[in-house]
């Protein structure tokens, strides 16, 4: 059996209309045509599905079919829509692993219009530090990832730069190194006790790797490492983005010699095609990204 989407289409017509005139102007089609599609369909059917002599009237046969017809019609329909929209990404589940950083600094109003142009999209936002974003990304958990890539998988992932994020001092504000507001060089952190984050290893193929080799404390937890340096128990280095916009205690100073920038961006499994609502979110963040520099 080979029955064509039209034919139901034009059967359907012809029932709603009332008649084969009325149905191949709805169609489009002229009436010798659309009679030759109902033929077909019958044909296929093995069984006529209008009286004859009056085409407009359904044999017991024709009622029978057409509320079927119509259902599939209808569950056609439904499909068809769904799976436009979800070409156009306005359905499905996107799963984002992030740095805290962006998490909190870039990515609420771009997720705000994100949410607002597709609200039928589920959103799932996991924050982790880089190395933890990126291993996440390779074991399947997220579709992207955004933050600075590690080395250690560029083969495995397309990655597409957005910011360059400076990397700076962070003490008290009345420490002494505060009072070099345009920036501080790393020898000034010579002497001072130092406090190792994750972020720190940016330094490591820079002159000021030396300030890494011997910390007073190292420090897994932004939450830990911020109590620490408020209890002025050392001094350590962030990226910019890393750093609290409003801090009453500490203040984030240019690192100018070095020049140390860790490159932010978004990345995926290489080779792989994101999904829609995926390619539609990358697009949103880049572009609100460019806005702001």
Same mark, same amino acid.
């Given at each position: ?12 017509? =012809? ?11 709805? +169609? ?8 030759? @599609? ?9 069984? !006529?599905? *209008? ?9 017991? *046969? ?26 156009? /990404? ?7 692993? &992030?740095?805290? @950083?962006? +998490? ?29 974003v990126c291993n996440r990304l390779l074991a399947g958990e997220v579709d992207i990832a ?12 397309? $990655? ?7 990397? /700076?001092?962070?003490? &008290? ?25 994750? &972020? ?18 190292? =420090? ?5 490492? $911020? ?15 890393? $750093? ?25 499994? !290489? ?14 963040? @880049? @572009? ?5 520099n």
């Amino acid at each position: 059996m080979n029955i064509k989407l039209q034919q139901l289409r034009h059967f359907l017509y =012809v029932v709603e209309e009332g008649g084969f005139r009325a149905a191949a102007s709805r +169609a489009n089609r002229s009436q010798a045509t659309l009679s030759s @599609s109902i033929k077909a369909l019958e044909n296929e059917l093995g069984r !006529a599905l *209008f009286e004859p002599g009056n085409n407009s009237i359904l044999t017991p *046969f024709g009622e029978e079919c057409a509320p079927k017809i119509d259902q599939f019609m209808q569950l056609y329909h439904r499909l068809e829509t769904d799976l436009q929209s979800t070409a156009l /990404g306005k359905y499905g589940k996107i799963r984002i692993a &992030t740095v805290p @950083s962006i +998490a909190t600094k870039l990515l609420p109003d771009v997720l705000a219009e994100y949410s607002r142009r597709y609200p039928d999209v589920e959103i799932s936002l996991v924050d982790d530090n880089s190395v933890g974003v990126c291993n996440r990304l390779l074991a399947g958990e997220v579709d992207i990832a955004l933050g600075n890539l590690d080395t250690t998988h560029e083969q495995e992932v397309t $990655f597409m730069p957005l910011l360059a994020d400076p990397i /700076g001092v962070v003490c &008290t504000k009345n420490h002494r190194l505060a009072q070099f507001k345009e920036g501080v060089v790393w020898q000034e952190l010579l002497g001072e006790p130092f406090i190792y984050n994750g &972020t720190c290893q940016l330094l490591s193929h820079t002159p000021a790797y030396e300030i890494n080799i011997k910390p007073r404390y190292e =420090v897994g937890n932004i939450t830990s490492l $911020f109590s620490l340096l408020r209890n002025e128990l050392g001094v350590t280095t962030l990226p910019k983005l890393a $750093f609290p916009e409003y801090d009453n205690h500490l203040v984030w100073i240019p690192l100018i010699d070095p020049i140390v920038k860790r490159q932010i961006g978004m990345f995926s499994i !290489a080779g792989r095609t994101l999904p829609p609502q995926v390619q539609l979110f990358t697009q949103l963040c @880049s @572009s609100y990204i460019k806005g702001l520099n």
